[in-house]
């Protein structure tokens, strides 16, 4: 399995960026997609997680102003961020909870992140 995520870059704060993250290889199915972004010494931090039926949770700093979503037939999880701040600045990593068998444990892919700068 394989994860290669993109869409980072920089942008003035207000703006906006789409991350997505598609997985490729040979799996069962894909349980939940979820973006982390870590700051250089800070611990790395959860954004949000989607499931495969569609509920989704979202860490209170970015509630409201970030979406996430999924497509199925496609293996990408995407990450809609709007309203950006400075605070957001960091590198971005996708983790998808893949089931390689049926009936099988899953096991967790990250992929190798992706940098979004908010300055102006």
């Known amino acids: 399995v394989q994860l290669q995520a993109s869409g980072g870059g920089l942008v003035q704060p207000g703006g906006s960026l789409r991350l997505s993250c598609t997985a490729s290889g040979r799996f069962y199915n894909i349980p939940a997609f979820s973006w982390y972004r870590q700051v250089p010494g800070i611990r790395r931090e959860w954004v949000a997680t989607m499931v495969s039926g569609g509920a989704s949770n979202y860490a209170d700093s970015v509630k409201g102003r970030f979406t996430i979503s999924r497509d199925n037939a496609k293996n990408t999880g995407y990450l809609q961020m709007n309203s950006l701040n400075t605070d957001d600045t960091g590198v971005y990593f996708c983790?998808?909870?893949?089931?390689?068998?049926?009936?099988?444990?899953?096991?967790?892919?990250w992929g190798q992140g992706t940098q979004v700068t908010v300055s102006s």
């Open positions: 983790k998808t909870t893949i089931r390689t068998t049926a009936g099988r444990p899953t096991t967790d892919y």
